[in-house]
């Protein structure tokens, strides 16, 4: 058994990513679903810096390095047009939710 | 019936909920017991990365990935950045802050202080970043916030509303990239082969020019609507049509 | 000192993990965007722990401080909003 610290976060990224998921599921209101997204991706990212870290090597495998900037940027992109939406979801419904989660109060 | 109805979705046990929260555990379960699984040596791209080091115009293992093994990829963030900026701009207007309360006099004398500063070390994180942990989108982004805090304390709305040259320093990083990688496909090479003589020089460039790129981008994304002026119409926004358009 | 830094890896998950329950089923959503901030600011620190100096750099800028930044503009509209237009009081069909 590989008892490293890597796998443990590796194991924590999992868990975020499945606490973001059932965020997304469970909330209606959008800027709740935004917050749940972002963690799903921390949790995406975390899971694949620990894999690079367990590669052997002096330094850690920079590729997947590469990888995570990436996806931090385009996160953070996606999320300023998600709230640009949300926003405007809100000034056109009134509400900030999407039209069709009815029900719930 | 008069206050406006609050979005409680807290106590919410119903079935499907539960549902949903047994098949996320499931999947996290599967998840977890897969990565338990990974076998324990893994060779990964540690070896290919460093050994093409030297050839690759920098000393940073990361930015080599970033801007030469996998450049690739990181003209086509840059240009999702540029689509980010015009999708918020299609959608929205800035909005003045006509009505907000003048901003507090520790937040103006800390940006006196600290904007400098700022520039001095995103200056310095695009330098190093060749040689060290840092690089253009660490620069970029530590710019950008010392934009957000020039806002937030009431400057700076001047230089934003300079509309021609917003535009132009958001569309730079982009232009500059496909600048290069045209130009490598042109004197004979693949798409962003540097050739490894200047790849340094040429690394260096391209960073540069997305260094303002960046730091505009997350501005625009936190400002989050176009600049208000005659020639920006965007979507039909809710009731107002403006026909004073002189074209 | 390997037990040390075990037990600061052990405290680093946990506090992340709880974090983001806390700031996703938080009531209040200004509560829930700051327990945001401060678990990309402990996602930073799990970088650093990883030996990923470069996107330790990058999280706490942009993961944590534009992402802050952006999630409390849209809130404050979003409140602003709602003050100046009460959500309308038909049913949609």
Redesign the interface.
């Known amino acids: 058994m590989?008892l490293e610290?890597?796998?443990?976060?590796?194991?924590?990224g999992?868990?975020?990513?499945?606490?973001?998921?059932?965020?997304l599921?469970?909330?209606?209101?959008l800027?709740?679903k935004?917050?749940?997204l972002?963690?799903m991706g921390?949790g995406v990212?975390?899971?694949l810096?620990?894999?690079?870290?367990?590669?052997?090597?002096?330094?850690?495998?920079?590729?997947p390095?590469?990888?995570?900037?990436?996806g931090?940027?385009?996160?953070?992109?996606?999320?300023?047009?998600a709230?640009?939406?949300?926003?405007?979801v809100?000034?056109?419904?009134?509400?900030?939710?999407l039209?069709d989660e009815?029900g719930?109060? | 019936m008069s206050a406006p109805e609050p979005i409680a979705d807290h106590a919410r046990f119903t079935p499907a909920r539960l549902v949903t929260l047994l098949l996320v555990v499931a999947l996290a379960a599967a998840l977890g017991w897969a990565v338990w699984s990974l076998p324990a040596d893994s060779p990964g791209l540690t070896g290919q990365s460093l050994a093409q080091l030297p050839g690759s115009g920098v000393t940073n293992p990361v930015t080599a990935a970033v801007l030469n093994y996998r450049g690739y990829d990181t003209l086509l963030e840059i240009a999702v950045l540029l689509l980010a900026v015009l999708g918020v701009w299609s959608v929205a207007k800035a909005e003045p802050r006509a009505d907000d309360a003048p901003a507090s006099p520790v937040l103006t004398a800390f940006v006196r202080l600290a904007l400098p500063v700022i520039i001095l070390v995103a200056g310095y994180l695009l330098w190093i970043g060749s040689f060290a942990p840092g690089g253009a989108f660490q620069a970029g982004a530590v710019l950008a916030g010392g934009g957000v805090v020039l806002l937030l304390s009431g400057g700076g709305r001047a230089a934003l509303a300079q509309e021609g040259w917003l535009r132009i320093g958001l569309v730079l990083g982009l232009a500059v990239f496909i600048a290069v990688a045209a130009g490598t496909m042109s004197v004979g090479g693949k798409l962003l082969e540097y050739p490894p003589q200047h790849a340094g020089t040429l690394i260096l460039l391209i960073e540069s020019a997305a260094l303002i790129s960046i730091a505009l981008t997350l501005v625009a994304l936190f400002v989050g609507g176009r600049p208000p002026g005659r020639s920006n119409r965007g979507l039909s926004e809710a009731g107002e049509r403006k026909d004073g358009d002189e074209s | 000192m390997n037990a040390l830094e075990n037990a600061f890896d052990l405290v680093l998950m946990l506090a992340l993990l709880w974090l983001a329950w806390r700031a996703l089923a938080a009531p209040d959503l200004f509560k829930g965007v700051v327990l945001f901030i401060a678990f990309g600011l402990l996602m930073a620190l799990a970088w650093v722990r990883l030996r990923a100096p470069d996107i330790a750099l990058a999280e706490a800028a942009v993961g944590s401080g534009i992402t802050g930044a952006l999630l409390l503009s849209a809130l404050a509209r979003s409140r602003r909003l709602e003050r100046d237009n009460p959500p309308p009081r038909r049913r949609d069909p």
């Not at chain 1, 599921?25 to 209101?29: G, S």
């Not at chain 1, 810096?49 to 590729?63: E, F, K, Q």
């Not at chain 1, 931090?72 to 047009?81: F, H, K, M, Q, R």
């Not at chain 1, 809100?90 to 939710?97: I, L, S």
């Open positions: 590989n610290p890597a796998l443990f976060y590796a194991l924590a999992v868990g975020l990513f499945a606490i973001g998921l059932h965020a599921f469970a909330y209606a209101h800027l709740r935004i917050l749940a972002n963690v921390g990212f975390l899971f810096i620990a894999i690079a870290s367990r590669a052997a090597g002096p330094v850690p495998d920079p590729v390095h590469a990888m995570v900037l990436t931090i940027v385009v996160s953070v992109c996606a999320t300023g047009l709230l640009a939406l949300a926003n405007r809100q000034a056109t419904t009134g509400k900030m939710q039209p009815g719930g109060a």
